[in-house]
């Protein structure tokens, strides 16, 4: 409960694949000011009581928040006194933030704890030499979200009103505050590696320190009680690693059809036997593997029926109302005939991958767009920083255990012609391959989703196309069968001509997936001549909705009877503020008849009928 007694918003743990007892949930009100100038800090913010009140983990932008003003805040200030339980004394107490946008640091009674960078990714700060148990302490929050310089905004407007694919902007806290006690020597987030050949399972177990003859333990189960432990010593390495194989009989995949996931208990547990830290996990034994073309799941042909999802909200713009939204929008792409999505330009929280986890729904790890294009182009077009990579990494940390997750891709419509100069985003991008790469070697990485493949051994090819007439679009995907595919170019909306610069390096037999098309129009009470402002889609409104399902079908068919296509994804699953060419409206009711917008999607792919080409990389 808050401190007036109202329901805690968002009271559910925000971290189900890593999970201690004891939390505290920090949504509620807060005191909130906004600091357009900046200010703050020299006006005596960090001091004084605030003038407003907000609702977190509501941005105040939302509704939901209570605040729900939409101008630029160049800065916002966030003020609680929270009291830990006095039965949490002897720990180290922990101070976790979801998301904060953009540029975060935070006070206790008076002192600096941490600062940290990146909206979408998630961040804590050890406050234990600033907090004790059964005393109050004031946190302060200031976050700043300036409209200039490097910066992860994702589909954020960076004008005062939504335009095109730009809307409501986020500032501040955007997800879930919580605090936990941890004890002095702990376990940090274990790494969930699953290895279907073996029947096993490895687990990477971080420690914040070693204590002499300590050990870790790892329990597996499933309904039916234990199937399988093991133990390693914890003394030796800051990572203990050790590998639990699974028995026959008890080895069940994760999979679309039968999402599975075992329990996992894990126990650090001092020369005594006496346990020092316990977590709660889980874990799906699943893999992904690339066969010439073929990208396959356990092994299987599985085509990806992908949708785009923005998990924009109307009331809390990025962030979900409640835990239910978020299994909602999960049933309503699958009714629609969808079995995953590209998590698009934003970085959902975990409580959607847990869900994804277990209603088996593969989802494509992305990160929120950079704005980076073609050097010389206006300023708010940004180049490439280190920041890029730093809060990637984070991304790649804190979601590399989630089965659901079948593929990385950390950047969207990149674009610079290929030339004789090497440009920061080459290097840039080629890091950020490096680093998925260096962090996960058990999924592949796609370099940049559309538009610019910069990165030789990128593992994945991809395209995006709004061609609206299935005739064309079906030309225009030809090419995969002779080895050359598809590959945006300047006026991408047509057939690139062959003078034109590359964008790409290129193409060298990688598994392809159109992975934007589609897109369609349509809101029946407004007509042709709607302005942008107020709806549009790509192409012409169909004239009626019979056109539309003719297109839809159309337009799927052309990849789904493609045998070189392991998937597509379809733009998108909901309407979003005035881009409205969703197959749901903004507040998920339906804009078609379901059923038929399933029966064009859930026939068989010819991919799945194994009759993809091999590719044309050497096999040497």
Known sequence: MTDDARPVPRPEYPRPQFRRERWLNLNGEWGFEIDRGDSGLERGLLQRPLSGRIV???????????VHDIDFMTAVWYRRTVTLPSDWTGNRFLLHFGAVDHDTTVWVDGNEVGRHRGGFSSFTFDISSHITAGRPAEIVVRARDPRSGPQARGKQSTVYSNQVTEYTRTTGIWQTVWIEPVPPVAMRRPRITPNVAASSFLFDVPLTANTPGSRVRVVVSDAEGEVARGDVRADLDLAPTLQVTLPRDRVRLWSIDDPHLYDVEFTLEDADGRVLDLVTSYAGLRSVSIDGRGFLINGERVFQRLVLDQGMYPDGILTAPDDESLVRDIRLSQAAGFNGARLHQKVFEERFLYHADRLGYIVWGEFADWGCRIPGAPEDWQQPTSSYITQWLEVLERDYSHPSIVGWCPLNETYQFIDDRISVLDDVTRAMFLATKGVDRSRPALDASGYSHRVVETEIWDSHSYEQDPEEFARMMAPI????PYTNREGDREMPPRDTPPWSVPYSGQPYFCSEFGGIWWNASLGHDADEAESWGYGGRPRSVEEFYTRFDGLVSVLIDDPEM??????????????????YTFDRREKFDMDRIRAAQTRPAAFEDGRA???LRSTT
């Open 481 to 484: 069968a002779q080895g050359e």
């Open 613 to 615: 080409r091999p590719s």
């Open 566 to 583: 392991f998937g597509y994804c379809y733009t998108q699953l909901t309407d979003v503020f005035q881009e409205q060419n969703g197959v």
């Open 56 to 66: 977190v983990p509501f941005a105040p932008e939302s509704e939901l928040s209570g």
